[in-house]
């Protein structure tokens, strides 16, 4: 059973901004959360990983509430590249990750 | 970033035959590595964890002597698909934990199986 719970799909115009929240009421004090994108045939690309408050890179920025029972990416600007599965995950680095669905993003010229 | 590499890429075999893929962390040494599996369409399912120097933890219902995992080393793991049948045709991807350093788990690009 998934720990987290996301949109199953979005869709967006290229520049625009996008927000993916995702849902993790259960999680643990040593948890943290963190996000992969994935194209089709390939691994899960790792993009954030926060443990509260905010985390920015250079790809995306992930905004994490004082409950930590919900997590925000950001992904500024986006173009049809990517477009891509992106999965929230949480829990800690040498703990299995528990796949849920992902939301498939859909980005449009 | 941390990299982890697989191998092959892609195999075709002929059902009854066995199959090693190969996963590597390149640039950290990971204790841990786990072995998932993706049908199309679907979202990816762990396998297994492995454990350098110990015996892979199974998830329910993966069958351990069909699918033999090594940890031999710090930086490779090793999944060995034995008398392989069309069913077990999917998308093998292996991640290794990168503990001490960025505590984040990297992925590999996976490794494509298809049995005839």
């Known amino acids: 059973l998934a720990k987290t719970t996301q949109p199953i799909s979005m869709d967006s115009y290229e520049g625009q901004e996008v927000n993916i929240t995702c849902s993790h009421n259960?999680?643990?004090?040593?948890?943290?959360i963190t996000w992969y994108q994935q194209f089709p045939s390939q691994g899960p690309r790792f993009i954030i990983q926060?443990?509260?408050t905010k985390v920015t890179n250079e790809v995306a920025s992930l905004f994490i509430p004082a409950d930590r029972k919900s997590s925000t990416l950001s992904l500024p600007r986006v173009s049809l590249s990517d477009t891509a599965v992106y999965y929230c995950?949480?829990?800690?680095?040498?703990?299995?990750?528990?796949f849920g669905k992902g939301t498939r993003l859909s980005v449009i010229a | 970033g941390a990299v982890v590499s697989q191998h092959p890429s892609r195999v075709i075999c002929k059902s009854g035959t066995s199959v090693k893929i190969e996963c590597r962390s390149l640039?950290?040494?990971?204790?841990?590595m786990f072995w998932y599996r993706q049908f199309p369409k679907q979202s990816l399912m762990l396998m297994a964890t492995?454990?350098?120097?110990?015996?892979?933890?199974?998830e329910q219902g993966v069958e351990k002597d069909k699918f033999l995992i090594n940890h031999a080393s710090l930086t490779l793991s090793t999944l060995t698909v034995t008398s392989a049948h069309p069913e077990d045709s999917s998308f093998y991807i292996c991640?290794?934990?990168?503990?001490?350093?960025?505590?984040?788990?990297?992925f590999g690009p996976g490794t494509r199986l298809t049995v005839l």
């Open positions: 926060g443990y509260k």
């Open positions: 995950l949480v829990g800690d680095v040498d703990t299995p990750l528990v």
């Open positions: 991640s290794a934990a990168d503990r001490g350093t960025t505590d984040t788990q990297y």
């Open positions: 492995s454990n350098e120097g110990s015996k892979a933890t199974y």
């Open positions: 640039d950290f040494q990971a204790t841990t």
């Open positions: 259960n999680i643990a004090t040593n948890d943290y």
